[in-house]
T-cell receptor, first 112, second 113 residues
Framework: KAGVTQTPRYLIKTRGQQVTLSCSPISGHRSVSWYQQTPGQGLQFLFEYFSETQRNKGNFPGRFSGRQFSNSRSEMNVSTLELGDSALYLC???????????FGPGTRLTVL | QKEVEQDPGPLSVPEGAIVSLNCTYSNSAFQYFMWYRQYSRKGPELLMYTYSSGNKEDGRFTAQVDKSSKYISLFIRDSQPSDSATYLCAIAYSGAGSYQLTFGKGTKLSVIP
């Protein structure tokens, strides 16, 4: 079974630009969550999608948004990038059991 | 106060040592307790998972949960250089159909041959 895939793996943007990151979950998984990982704050929850609906959202500004498609693939978008948005963005997909949560390798975003 | 506190280390031990990693949490509504391991440039991978107080063993790894003290631990016996990674505790609350993991900041472990 293929794991969680994320594209692109690395991205460099400048302040004020916007960016879209993509995540393909494990086949059969309908729940996709996004996390931001920084050295200072660690892993922080962004949002969770299930069957194309956002079920939960973390404490991030509205510049961070996401969506999920009918095939469970998900995208997250960050508009008006700030230097502090530089981070590793991780996507995870979850099956029916709570221990069936798997992470992708992440997208390393650098904002200059 | 953060919901989950974890000593960031770093922690350096000789090969074969017993490693103890710990987290405390503040929200008694948390239901599920996990440990993830993250190698450099990789996503976290699930090591151990439990939802009740007590011990759970899997090979060289033992996860311990004390809900009365809001304290969770991961013990690694006979540590190996391949165990060198960042270890993250994660605690979950599930309600109203949603599920969210709250992570500790991670402890970086180095096992020296």
């Amino acid at each position: 079974k293929a794991g969680v895939t994320q594209t692109p793996r690395y991205l460099i943007k400048t302040r004020g630009q916007q960016v879209t990151l993509s995540c393909s979950p494990i086949s059969g998984h309908r729940s996709v969550s996004w996390y931001q990982q920084t050295p200072g704050q660690g892993l922080q929850f962004l949002f969770e999608y299930f069957s194309e609906t956002q079920r939960n959202k973390g404490n991030f500004p509205g510049r961070f948004s996401g969506r999920q498609f009918s095939n469970s693939r998900s995208e997250m978008n960050v508009s008006t990038l700030e230097l502090g948005d530089s981070a590793l963005y991780l996507c995870s997909s979850r099956g029916s059991s709570y221990n069936e949560q798997f992470f992708g390798p992440g997208t390393r975003l650098t904002v200059l | 106060q953060k919901e989950v506190e974890q000593d960031p280390g770093p922690l350096s031990v000789p090969e074969g040592a017993i490693v103890s990693l710990n987290c405390t949490y503040s929200n008694s509504a948390f239901q599920y307790f996990m440990w993830y391991r993250q190698y450099s440039r990789k996503g976290p991978e699930l090591l151990m998972y439990t939802y009740s107080s007590g011990n759970k063993e899997d090979g060289r790894f033992t996860a311990q949960v004390d809900k009365s003290s809001k304290y969770i631990s991961l013990f690694i016996r006979d540590s190996q250089p391949s165990d060198s990674a960042t270890y993250l505790c994660a605690i979950a609350y599930s309600g109203a159909g949603s599920y969210q993991l709250t992570f500790g900041k991670g402890t970086k472990l180095s096992v020296i041959p």
